[in-house]
């Protein structure tokens, strides 16, 4: 049983409010402690705590471990995949993934993720090709990506947004066609399912993300997921400074090891996996309920045909269509102490490096530029309860309902 959720300052329990009655209008924040997007799921508290006493007892804390073991063993059986190498994060793991598969010069990958995604081939002096993202999936476009390949293309990349899965098929076709390496960040994707196979087991390798802000969660923690046994002899070395054995070092490494509380985290995190997606659902299921027919703003939908882990709520405000734009809906939740965030604005080719290095990047991303104007991701996990989801969304009601006079104080307090 993961932990039910104490009536803490932590968790806090929205007041009744009157429809209309906003922060920025009038009076006090809905919630007087800020609702987070990322609050971590905790599992069985008791279980974890088992773990860390036996961690301790037995000395063992890194560099391996029964927990390491046992957490790789799962992640594999679950994704249907034969191997599963731990790292310290996700980042670590693309960036050993992309090293090992020996890419470089360039890469096509989409704008539209975290900056990670970028940031792990730029740092290894491979030039991220950014490309474009069909506006329904927020996945790369497969009909973009051939215009991207150059000679110097050695690789695709792509992102598993929210956990929806990539258009595979099409990407492995292209891929094929032009001899390159396909992987896919699958930091959001675990538990989740594409072309009824579970995910993990597409392309080359595949990425998952344990953050503590993600699904499944081992504080910080990544894996890199394959059925390819040399590539996953190359990344176990690679992990651990390129050792083979004691005393030999048979190639170039770096320290990207899992620690064993990590791993003990994981696995108390992977055994609350059922109830942590029944209540994502149960929340997910909440705010589309609570937004329905609101003008311009529409939930993101999951395939019911698929498993997913339903950890994202992701929302579009059609700026032509809905009373308020994104933005202007942002500073209302804040207001309220809802701490929304505009995940993935304004796309990686807007931050730096890109944005110095290749500054027409945006010609090629009308989508990416597009969607990134409008999405919102709202708070849910175990620490959100219906409850609180009819507040949030009778806030995003009333600021519809009275979007002129959040207008116009908006203007006023930006004039002050
Ligand atoms: N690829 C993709 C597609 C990704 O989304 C990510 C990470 C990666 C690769 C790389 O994976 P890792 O190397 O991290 O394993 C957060 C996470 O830090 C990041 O892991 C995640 N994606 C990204 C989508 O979200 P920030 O910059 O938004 O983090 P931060 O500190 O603002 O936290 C988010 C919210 O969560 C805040 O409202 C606070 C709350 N929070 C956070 C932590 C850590 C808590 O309530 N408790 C906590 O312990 O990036």
Sequence with gaps: MAESIPKTKDNPQPPERAAGHLALL????????????????????????????????????????????EFERRIAGYSGVEHCILMSN?????ELAIRALGLSQEVIVPSFTFIATAHVLQWQAITPVFCDINPDTHTLDPGQIEKMITPRTTAIVGVH??????????????????????????????????????????GDCEIFSFHATKFINS????????????????????????FTTYDDVGQLGINAKMTEICAAMGLTSLEAMDEIVAVNRRNWEAYREGLAALPGISLMEYDPTERHNYHYVVLEVDPEIAPLNRDELLAVLHAENVLARRYFWPGCH???????????AHVSLPQTERVAE????????????????????????????NAQEVRRLMRKTSAA
């Design 161 to 202: 947004l929210w956990g929806h899965a990539c258009d595979t098929q099409a990407i492995e076709t292209i891929a094929r066609r032009h001899g390159l390496k396909v992987l896919y960040d699958a930091a959001h994707a675990f538990g989740g399912s594409h072309l009824g196979r579970k995910i993990g087991g597409f």
């Design 219 to 242: 504080f910080e923690g990544g894996a890199v997921v394959t059925n390819h046994a040399v590539l996953a002899e190359k990344l176990r070395m690679m992990r651990n400074f390129g």
């Design 90 to 94: 996700a980042t670590m793991a693309l």
């Design 374 to 401: 409008r999405v919102l991701t709202l708070p849910t996990g175990q620490a959100i309860t219906p409850e609180i989801i009819r507040v949030v969304c009778d806030i995003i009601r009333a600021a519809t309902e």
């Design 26 to 69: 009038a009076g006090a924040p809905a919630f007087s402690e800020p609702l987070h997007v990322g609050r971590p799921n905790i599992g069985n508290r008791q279980d974890f705590e088992d773990r860390v006493r036996d961690i301790l007892d037995r000395r063992w804390l890194t560099n391996g471990g029964r927990y390491v073991d």
């Design 350 to 360: 807007r931050m730096e490096p890109y944005r110095s290095l290749y500054p027409d």
